[in-house]
T-cell receptor
Protein backbone atom coordinates (compact mmCIF):
# COMPACT_ATOMS: atom_id res chain seq x y z
CA UNK A 1 0.00 0.00 0.00
CA UNK A 2 0.85 3.65 -0.12
CA UNK A 3 1.35 5.88 2.91
CA UNK A 4 2.19 9.53 2.42
CA UNK A 5 2.32 11.92 5.37
CA UNK A 6 2.56 15.70 5.45
CA UNK A 7 1.51 18.27 8.01
CA UNK A 8 -2.06 19.50 7.84
CA UNK A 9 -1.46 23.21 8.23
CA UNK A 10 1.34 25.75 8.37
CA UNK A 11 1.31 29.50 8.85
CA UNK A 12 4.06 31.92 7.95
CA UNK A 13 4.65 35.62 7.47
CA UNK A 14 4.98 37.34 4.13
CA UNK A 15 8.63 37.38 3.05
CA UNK A 16 9.55 34.45 5.26
CA UNK A 17 10.54 30.87 4.39
CA UNK A 18 8.43 27.79 4.98
CA UNK A 19 9.45 24.14 4.67
CA UNK A 20 6.82 21.47 4.10
CA UNK A 21 7.95 17.95 4.90
CA UNK A 22 6.65 14.78 3.33
CA UNK A 23 7.44 11.22 4.32
CA UNK A 24 6.34 8.25 2.29
CA UNK A 25 6.20 4.49 2.24
CA UNK A 26 5.17 3.17 -1.14
CA UNK A 27 5.38 0.05 -3.22
CA UNK A 28 7.65 1.08 -6.04
CA UNK A 29 9.11 4.53 -6.60
CA UNK A 30 9.25 6.42 -9.86
CA UNK A 31 9.47 9.97 -8.63
CA UNK A 32 8.00 12.44 -6.20
CA UNK A 33 5.94 15.45 -7.19
CA UNK A 34 4.86 18.61 -5.47
CA UNK A 35 1.72 20.41 -6.56
CA UNK A 36 0.06 23.65 -5.53
CA UNK A 37 -3.70 23.75 -5.34
CA UNK A 38 -5.85 26.79 -4.69
CA UNK A 39 -9.34 26.23 -3.37
CA UNK A 40 -11.73 25.05 -6.07
CA UNK A 41 -9.01 24.69 -8.67
CA UNK A 42 -7.01 21.80 -10.08
CA UNK A 43 -3.45 21.17 -8.88
CA UNK A 44 -0.61 22.85 -10.71
CA UNK A 45 2.78 21.22 -11.04
CA UNK A 46 5.63 22.68 -8.97
CA UNK A 47 8.47 20.20 -8.93
CA UNK A 48 9.60 16.67 -9.65
CA UNK A 49 12.39 14.70 -7.96
CA UNK A 50 13.47 11.22 -8.92
CA UNK A 51 17.11 11.34 -7.76
CA UNK A 52 18.40 12.34 -4.34
CA UNK A 53 19.21 15.97 -3.84
CA UNK A 54 17.84 19.43 -4.21
CA UNK A 55 15.99 20.82 -7.20
CA UNK A 56 15.70 24.60 -7.28
CA UNK A 57 13.17 26.47 -9.34
CA UNK A 58 12.95 30.13 -8.52
CA UNK A 59 11.43 30.70 -5.09
CA UNK A 60 10.55 27.02 -4.76
CA UNK A 61 12.98 24.19 -4.06
CA UNK A 62 12.35 20.52 -3.47
CA UNK A 63 14.57 17.95 -1.82
CA UNK A 64 14.47 14.17 -1.94
CA UNK A 65 16.13 11.39 0.05
CA UNK A 66 15.01 8.03 -1.27
CA UNK A 67 16.77 6.03 1.43
CA UNK A 68 14.84 7.95 4.10
CA UNK A 69 11.57 8.12 2.20
CA UNK A 70 11.60 11.86 2.75
CA UNK A 71 11.08 15.02 0.77
CA UNK A 72 10.53 18.66 1.52
CA UNK A 73 9.26 21.65 -0.41
CA UNK A 74 10.88 24.95 0.47
CA UNK A 75 9.06 28.17 -0.27
CA UNK A 76 11.17 31.32 -0.03
CA UNK A 77 10.20 34.99 0.03
CA UNK A 78 6.62 34.09 0.73
CA UNK A 79 3.93 36.10 -0.98
CA UNK A 80 0.25 36.35 -0.13
CA UNK A 81 -0.60 34.47 -3.33
CA UNK A 82 1.35 31.48 -2.01
CA UNK A 83 -1.51 30.78 0.39
CA UNK A 84 -2.75 27.44 -0.91
CA UNK A 85 -2.70 23.72 -0.34
CA UNK A 86 0.52 21.91 -1.23
CA UNK A 87 0.27 18.30 -2.24
CA UNK A 88 3.05 15.74 -2.05
CA UNK A 89 2.53 12.89 -4.51
CA UNK A 90 4.56 9.77 -5.14
CA UNK A 91 4.49 7.83 -8.36
CA UNK A 92 4.66 4.13 -7.56
CA UNK A 93 4.60 1.50 -10.23
CA UNK A 94 2.08 3.24 -12.46
CA UNK A 95 0.02 5.79 -10.57
CA UNK A 96 0.37 8.86 -8.41
CA UNK A 97 -0.63 8.60 -4.77
CA UNK A 98 -1.29 11.87 -2.98
CA UNK A 99 -0.79 13.02 0.53
CA UNK A 100 -3.65 14.82 2.24
CA UNK A 101 -2.09 18.19 1.49
CA UNK A 102 -0.64 20.97 3.64
CA UNK A 103 -2.59 24.20 3.84
CA UNK A 104 -0.19 27.12 3.98
CA UNK A 105 -1.51 30.46 5.17
CA UNK A 106 0.64 33.50 4.52
CA UNK A 107 0.00 36.44 6.83
CA UNK A 108 0.95 40.05 6.18
CA UNK B 1 4.07 22.73 -20.26
CA UNK B 2 1.54 20.43 -21.81
CA UNK B 3 -2.11 21.35 -21.70
CA UNK B 4 -5.00 19.21 -20.59
CA UNK B 5 -8.48 20.58 -21.09
CA UNK B 6 -11.43 19.37 -19.06
CA UNK B 7 -15.02 20.21 -19.76
CA UNK B 8 -17.40 21.23 -18.30
CA UNK B 9 -15.93 23.16 -15.39
CA UNK B 10 -19.22 23.14 -13.51
CA UNK B 11 -22.38 21.09 -13.90
CA UNK B 12 -25.57 20.80 -11.92
CA UNK B 13 -27.80 17.84 -12.63
CA UNK B 14 -30.89 16.22 -11.21
CA UNK B 15 -30.67 13.07 -9.18
CA UNK B 16 -30.98 10.00 -11.41
CA UNK B 17 -29.57 11.58 -14.54
CA UNK B 18 -26.17 10.96 -16.14
CA UNK B 19 -23.35 13.42 -16.65
CA UNK B 20 -20.43 13.17 -19.05
CA UNK B 21 -17.10 14.87 -18.38
CA UNK B 22 -14.48 15.20 -21.11
CA UNK B 23 -10.73 15.31 -20.74
CA UNK B 24 -8.57 16.24 -23.71
CA UNK B 25 -4.82 16.47 -24.15
CA UNK B 26 -4.25 19.37 -26.47
CA UNK B 27 -0.63 19.13 -27.52
CA UNK B 28 0.56 15.60 -26.78
CA UNK B 29 -0.64 12.05 -27.05
CA UNK B 30 -1.92 10.84 -23.73
CA UNK B 31 -1.38 7.13 -23.58
CA UNK B 32 -2.64 7.10 -20.02
CA UNK B 33 -5.33 9.17 -18.37
CA UNK B 34 -6.28 9.21 -14.73
CA UNK B 35 -9.55 10.22 -13.12
CA UNK B 36 -9.61 11.56 -9.59
CA UNK B 37 -12.29 12.67 -7.18
CA UNK B 38 -11.74 15.21 -4.46
CA UNK B 39 -14.12 15.96 -1.61
CA UNK B 40 -13.87 19.29 0.24
CA UNK B 41 -10.67 19.70 2.23
CA UNK B 42 -9.49 16.26 1.25
CA UNK B 43 -6.80 15.12 -1.13
CA UNK B 44 -7.20 13.62 -4.56
CA UNK B 45 -8.39 10.05 -4.64
CA UNK B 46 -7.66 8.05 -7.77
CA UNK B 47 -10.79 6.51 -9.22
CA UNK B 48 -9.48 4.80 -12.31
CA UNK B 49 -6.69 4.61 -14.84
CA UNK B 50 -7.40 4.34 -18.53
CA UNK B 51 -5.11 3.44 -21.37
CA UNK B 52 -6.07 4.24 -24.92
CA UNK B 53 -7.97 1.42 -26.57
CA UNK B 54 -8.33 -0.76 -23.50
CA UNK B 55 -10.65 -1.07 -20.53
CA UNK B 56 -10.09 1.18 -17.57
CA UNK B 57 -8.60 -0.14 -14.35
CA UNK B 58 -10.69 0.90 -11.38
CA UNK B 59 -9.46 1.43 -7.85
CA UNK B 60 -10.91 -0.60 -5.05
CA UNK B 61 -14.32 0.63 -3.98
CA UNK B 62 -15.08 2.48 -7.22
CA UNK B 63 -18.11 1.13 -9.08
CA UNK B 64 -17.21 0.60 -12.71
CA UNK B 65 -20.85 0.44 -13.79
CA UNK B 66 -21.54 3.80 -12.18
CA UNK B 67 -18.44 5.62 -13.38
CA UNK B 68 -18.05 4.73 -17.04
CA UNK B 69 -14.71 5.61 -18.58
CA UNK B 70 -13.97 5.66 -22.26
CA UNK B 71 -10.52 6.35 -23.71
CA UNK B 72 -11.18 5.94 -27.41
CA UNK B 73 -8.33 8.08 -28.71
CA UNK B 74 -4.92 9.31 -27.64
CA UNK B 75 -6.30 12.76 -26.93
CA UNK B 76 -9.69 12.14 -25.36
CA UNK B 77 -11.05 10.33 -22.34
CA UNK B 78 -14.55 10.66 -20.93
CA UNK B 79 -16.02 9.92 -17.52
CA UNK B 80 -19.76 9.38 -17.32
CA UNK B 81 -21.40 9.45 -13.93
CA UNK B 82 -24.53 7.36 -14.39
CA UNK B 83 -27.68 7.68 -12.31
CA UNK B 84 -26.09 10.41 -10.26
CA UNK B 85 -27.04 10.89 -6.63
CA UNK B 86 -26.31 13.78 -4.25
CA UNK B 87 -23.44 11.82 -2.66
CA UNK B 88 -21.71 11.87 -6.07
CA UNK B 89 -21.39 15.64 -5.78
CA UNK B 90 -17.68 16.31 -5.82
CA UNK B 91 -14.75 17.81 -7.70
CA UNK B 92 -13.63 15.50 -10.50
CA UNK B 93 -10.19 16.00 -12.03
CA UNK B 94 -8.46 14.24 -14.88
CA UNK B 95 -4.77 14.02 -15.61
CA UNK B 96 -2.87 12.81 -18.62
CA UNK B 97 0.54 11.35 -19.23
CA UNK B 98 2.46 10.57 -22.38
CA UNK B 99 4.75 7.64 -23.03
CA UNK B 100 7.60 8.97 -20.92
CA UNK B 101 6.94 7.86 -17.37
CA UNK B 102 9.36 10.44 -16.05
CA UNK B 103 7.17 13.36 -16.97
CA UNK B 104 4.74 15.03 -14.70
CA UNK B 105 1.08 14.26 -15.12
CA UNK B 106 -0.80 17.28 -16.34
CA UNK B 107 -4.15 18.04 -14.77
CA UNK B 108 -7.30 19.33 -16.33
CA UNK B 109 -9.10 22.26 -14.79
CA UNK B 110 -11.48 20.05 -12.85
CA UNK B 111 -15.26 19.67 -12.94
CA UNK B 112 -17.45 20.68 -10.01
CA UNK B 113 -20.46 18.33 -10.08
CA UNK B 114 -23.50 19.14 -8.00
CA UNK B 115 -26.36 16.65 -7.95
CA UNK B 116 -29.64 18.06 -6.68
Amino acid sequence: GQNIDQPTEMTATEGAIVQINCTYQTSGFNGLFWYQQHAGEAPTFLSYNVLDGLEEKGRFSSFLSRSKGYSYLLLKELQMKDSASYLCAVRGDYKLSFGAGTTVTVRA
Amino acid sequence: GAVVSQHPSRVICKSGTSVKIECRSLDFQATTMFWYRQFPKQSLMLMATSNEGSKATYEQGVEKDKFLINHASLTLSTLTVTSAHPEDSSFYICSARGDNLNTEAFFGQGTRLTVV
